[in-house]
């Protein structure tokens, strides 16, 4: 059983996001893309939680919504994997 604290602060402080705001760091992307990689990954199910949320765009609500660069690389990380889950 592993877990990582996936989420951060905008890196913009102020709330609001910026072209350069993130969510996840390097070392937070690079420790989730090795997670769910299948090639090392035993897991045959992957539960991630967040507490933002990652479908809603509503400007009222924090979300992955306010970082839409973060917000597609994760959608298109979860994608892959799940196609290389496939192949193999």
């Known amino acids: 059983q592993r877990h ?17 705001s993130t969510i996840l760091g390097p070392e937070q992307w690079e420790w989730l893309e090795r997670e769910l ?7 045959s199910l992957h539960i991630i939680v967040s507490s933002i949320q990652v ?3 509503n ?3 924090e979300g992955w919504g306010h970082f839409p660069a973060e917000r597609q690389k994760l959608l298109d990380l979860l994608v892959g994997r799940r196609q290389q889950r496939r192949r193999k």
Request: aromatic content about 4%; cysteine-free; charged content about 15%.
């Open 4 to 20: 990582q604290p996936l989420e951060s602060s905008s890196s913009s402080g102020s709330g609001r996001s910026s072209s350069s």
């Open 55 to 57: 479908f809603s765009t």
């Open 37 to 43: 990689d299948p090639s090392s990954s035993r897991a």
């Open 59 to 61: 400007p009222a609500m």
